[in-house]
Protein backbone atom coordinates (compact mmCIF):
# COMPACT_ATOMS: atom_id res chain seq x y z
CA UNK A 1 0.00 0.00 0.00
CA UNK A 2 2.94 2.27 0.84
CA UNK A 3 4.86 3.31 -2.37
CA UNK A 4 8.33 3.62 -2.32
CA UNK A 5 9.05 7.17 -3.47
CA UNK A 6 12.34 8.92 -3.69
CA UNK A 7 13.04 10.97 -0.59
CA UNK A 8 15.16 13.23 1.33
CA UNK A 9 16.15 13.42 5.12
CA UNK A 10 15.77 16.76 7.66
CA UNK A 11 16.73 16.64 10.97
CA UNK A 12 15.59 19.31 13.60
CA UNK A 13 15.62 19.59 17.09
CA UNK A 14 13.19 22.37 18.50
CA UNK A 15 11.68 20.72 22.19
CA UNK A 16 10.41 17.93 22.95
CA UNK A 17 10.16 15.28 20.25
CA UNK A 18 6.54 14.02 21.26
CA UNK A 19 5.58 17.69 19.73
CA UNK A 20 7.38 17.85 16.84
CA UNK A 21 6.44 13.46 15.37
CA UNK A 22 2.75 15.29 15.35
CA UNK A 23 3.96 18.19 13.83
CA UNK A 24 5.80 17.22 10.90
CA UNK A 25 3.98 13.47 10.70
CA UNK A 26 0.84 14.99 8.74
CA UNK A 27 2.01 17.50 6.86
CA UNK A 28 1.65 16.66 3.07
CA UNK A 29 4.97 15.28 1.49
CA UNK A 30 6.33 13.94 4.81
CA UNK A 31 6.67 10.37 4.19
CA UNK A 32 7.98 8.99 7.72
CA UNK A 33 9.44 10.21 10.98
CA UNK A 34 11.13 8.73 13.84
CA UNK A 35 12.70 10.92 16.86
CA UNK A 36 16.10 10.51 18.88
CA UNK A 37 19.17 11.73 19.94
CA UNK A 38 21.76 13.72 17.78
CA UNK A 39 23.98 16.40 17.38
CA UNK A 40 26.23 15.72 20.34
CA UNK A 41 29.41 12.83 20.71
CA UNK A 42 27.83 10.61 24.09
CA UNK A 43 28.47 7.27 22.89
CA UNK A 44 24.78 5.48 22.65
CA UNK A 45 22.53 8.25 24.14
CA UNK A 46 19.09 7.00 25.74
CA UNK A 47 16.23 9.35 27.19
CA UNK A 48 17.33 9.19 31.05
CA UNK A 49 20.80 9.71 29.93
CA UNK A 50 21.80 11.68 26.53
CA UNK A 51 24.53 13.75 27.41
CA UNK A 52 25.39 16.02 24.85
CA UNK A 53 22.69 15.20 22.26
CA UNK A 54 19.54 16.77 21.40
CA UNK A 55 15.82 15.61 21.15
CA UNK A 56 15.61 15.65 17.31
CA UNK A 57 13.06 14.80 15.03
CA UNK A 58 13.84 13.14 11.70
CA UNK A 59 11.75 13.17 8.52
CA UNK A 60 11.72 11.38 5.09
CA UNK A 61 10.15 13.74 2.76
CA UNK A 62 9.59 14.00 -0.74
CA UNK A 63 11.10 17.16 -2.38
CA UNK A 64 8.40 17.58 -5.01
CA UNK A 65 5.52 17.90 -2.05
CA UNK A 66 7.37 19.99 0.68
CA UNK A 67 10.20 21.81 0.46
CA UNK A 68 13.26 22.06 2.68
CA UNK A 69 12.15 25.82 2.70
CA UNK A 70 8.37 24.54 3.67
CA UNK A 71 9.55 22.53 6.45
CA UNK A 72 11.86 25.17 7.91
CA UNK A 73 9.22 27.95 7.85
CA UNK A 74 7.38 25.03 10.51
CA UNK A 75 10.70 24.61 12.74
CA UNK A 76 10.74 28.57 12.64
CA UNK A 77 7.22 28.93 14.10
CA UNK A 78 7.07 26.17 16.09
CA UNK A 79 9.84 26.13 19.15
CA UNK A 80 9.14 24.81 22.15
CA UNK A 81 11.23 27.59 24.07
CA UNK A 82 11.52 30.01 21.02
CA UNK A 83 14.70 30.78 19.03
CA UNK A 84 16.04 33.19 22.00
CA UNK A 85 15.72 31.41 25.16
CA UNK A 86 18.52 29.89 26.76
CA UNK A 87 17.59 26.33 27.32
CA UNK A 88 19.86 23.21 27.98
CA UNK A 89 20.65 21.18 24.61
CA UNK A 90 17.93 18.34 25.32
CA UNK A 91 15.92 21.12 24.44
CA UNK A 92 17.87 23.41 21.97
CA UNK A 93 17.01 24.73 18.61
CA UNK A 94 19.35 22.86 16.40
CA UNK A 95 19.54 22.54 12.18
CA UNK A 96 21.91 19.12 11.39
CA UNK A 97 21.69 19.61 7.82
CA UNK A 98 22.40 16.09 5.02
CA UNK A 99 23.65 18.51 2.15
CA UNK A 100 25.21 21.47 0.76
CA UNK A 101 22.02 22.51 -0.19
CA UNK A 102 20.37 22.45 2.82
CA UNK A 103 23.24 24.04 4.41
CA UNK A 104 22.98 26.94 2.17
CA UNK A 105 18.81 27.29 2.77
CA UNK A 106 19.64 27.13 6.87
CA UNK A 107 22.36 29.63 6.81
CA UNK A 108 20.27 32.16 4.44
CA UNK A 109 17.39 31.88 6.61
CA UNK A 110 19.08 31.92 9.99
CA UNK A 111 19.75 35.61 8.51
CA UNK A 112 16.81 36.06 7.46
CA UNK A 113 14.74 34.71 10.72
CA UNK A 114 17.07 36.82 12.71
CA UNK A 115 16.71 40.30 11.18
CA UNK A 116 12.41 39.92 11.26
CA UNK A 117 13.16 39.51 15.22
CA UNK A 118 16.28 41.84 15.40
CA UNK A 119 17.72 39.18 17.47
CA UNK A 120 20.69 36.68 17.24
CA UNK A 121 18.92 33.46 17.13
CA UNK A 122 20.45 30.80 18.90
CA UNK A 123 20.02 28.07 16.44
CA UNK A 124 22.81 25.95 15.52
CA UNK A 125 23.93 24.38 12.25
CA UNK A 126 25.72 21.77 12.34
CA UNK A 127 25.93 18.59 9.78
CA UNK A 128 24.37 15.58 10.73
CA UNK A 129 25.90 12.74 11.87
CA UNK A 130 25.01 9.42 13.78
CA UNK A 131 21.08 9.27 14.58
CA UNK A 132 20.16 7.07 18.17
CA UNK A 133 16.63 6.58 17.47
CA UNK A 134 14.73 6.98 20.82
CA UNK A 135 13.50 4.26 23.34
CA UNK A 136 9.78 3.02 21.41
CA UNK A 137 7.51 4.24 23.79
CA UNK A 138 8.54 7.43 22.30
CA UNK A 139 7.79 6.95 18.38
CA UNK A 140 4.29 8.04 17.44
CA UNK A 141 3.86 9.18 21.34
CA UNK A 142 0.29 10.84 20.54
CA UNK A 143 -0.89 7.51 18.70
CA UNK A 144 0.53 5.06 20.98
CA UNK A 145 -1.84 6.61 23.78
CA UNK A 146 -4.27 4.90 21.73
CA UNK A 147 -3.23 1.46 21.79
CA UNK A 148 -5.87 -0.19 20.21
CA UNK A 149 -5.22 1.55 17.41
CA UNK A 150 -1.06 0.01 17.18
CA UNK A 151 -2.36 -3.10 17.84
CA UNK A 152 -5.35 -2.88 14.94
CA UNK A 153 -2.76 -1.87 12.07
CA UNK A 154 -0.46 -4.20 13.57
CA UNK A 155 2.04 -1.12 14.47
CA UNK A 156 5.45 -3.14 15.61
CA UNK A 157 8.24 -0.83 17.06
CA UNK A 158 9.67 -0.74 13.97
CA UNK A 159 6.72 0.54 11.87
CA UNK A 160 6.56 3.39 14.39
CA UNK A 161 9.31 4.75 12.77
CA UNK A 162 9.44 3.53 9.26
CA UNK A 163 5.32 3.71 8.26
CA UNK A 164 3.92 6.54 6.57
CA UNK A 165 0.40 5.85 8.63
CA UNK A 166 1.80 5.66 11.58
CA UNK A 167 3.26 9.32 10.62
CA UNK A 168 -0.37 10.79 9.41
CA UNK A 169 -2.26 9.33 12.04
CA UNK A 170 0.07 10.83 15.02
CA UNK A 171 -0.32 13.82 13.61
CA UNK A 172 -4.06 13.99 12.60
CA UNK A 173 -4.93 12.57 16.51
CA UNK A 174 -2.49 15.67 18.04
CA UNK A 175 -4.98 17.81 15.75
CA UNK A 176 -2.78 18.61 12.79
CA UNK A 177 -3.55 19.31 8.94
CA UNK A 178 -7.21 20.36 7.75
CA UNK A 179 -10.18 17.32 7.25
CA UNK A 180 -9.70 17.92 3.49
CA UNK A 181 -6.31 16.67 3.71
CA UNK A 182 -7.24 13.89 6.62
CA UNK A 183 -10.19 12.72 3.97
CA UNK A 184 -7.92 12.13 1.28
CA UNK A 185 -4.59 10.62 3.58
CA UNK A 186 -7.61 8.37 5.06
CA UNK A 187 -8.58 6.69 1.35
CA UNK A 188 -5.19 6.72 0.00
CA UNK A 189 -3.77 4.77 2.79
CA UNK A 190 -6.91 2.94 3.10
CA UNK A 191 -7.09 3.30 7.36
CA UNK A 192 -10.13 1.44 8.24
CA UNK A 193 -13.37 3.09 8.95
CA UNK A 194 -13.57 2.54 12.93
CA UNK A 195 -9.58 3.63 13.37
CA UNK A 196 -10.59 6.85 11.03
CA UNK A 197 -13.48 8.06 12.47
CA UNK A 198 -11.85 8.18 15.75
CA UNK A 199 -8.84 10.06 14.69
CA UNK A 200 -10.99 12.42 12.73
CA UNK A 201 -12.66 13.06 16.27
CA UNK A 202 -9.38 14.46 17.65
CA UNK A 203 -8.30 15.77 14.60
CA UNK A 204 -11.45 18.66 15.28
CA UNK A 205 -10.93 18.33 18.82
CA UNK A 206 -7.44 19.18 19.06
CA UNK A 207 -7.29 22.13 15.86
CA UNK A 208 -5.08 24.50 17.14
CA UNK A 209 -4.43 23.20 20.27
CA UNK A 210 -0.76 22.88 21.55
CA UNK A 211 1.21 19.74 20.75
N1 LIG B 1 7.66 17.68 29.45
C1 LIG B 1 7.72 16.38 28.82
C2 LIG B 1 9.00 16.15 28.15
C3 LIG B 1 9.09 14.89 27.42
S1 LIG B 1 9.95 15.09 26.00
C4 LIG B 1 10.20 13.55 25.41
C5 LIG B 1 7.39 15.32 29.86
O1 LIG B 1 6.22 15.13 30.09
O2 LIG B 1 8.25 14.68 30.43
O3 LIG B 1 11.26 15.60 26.39
Known amino acids: LEQEVPFKKATF ?18 LRTRVGYSGGTTPNPVYKSMGDHTEVIEIDYDPKVITYHDLLQLFWNNHEYGLTTVIKRQYMSLILYHDEDQKRIAEK ?30 QKYRLQKHGWIVEE ?27 DQFEKDIKRLAVPEKIASFVKIHLLENAGGSL
Not at 154 to 178: D, R
Open 13 to 30: GMGCFWANDALFGSQPGV
Open 153 to 179: LNLTPELLQTSEVAAKLNGYIAGVGTQ
Open 109 to 138: EIKIEAGKRNEKLLTELAPAGPFYPAEDYH
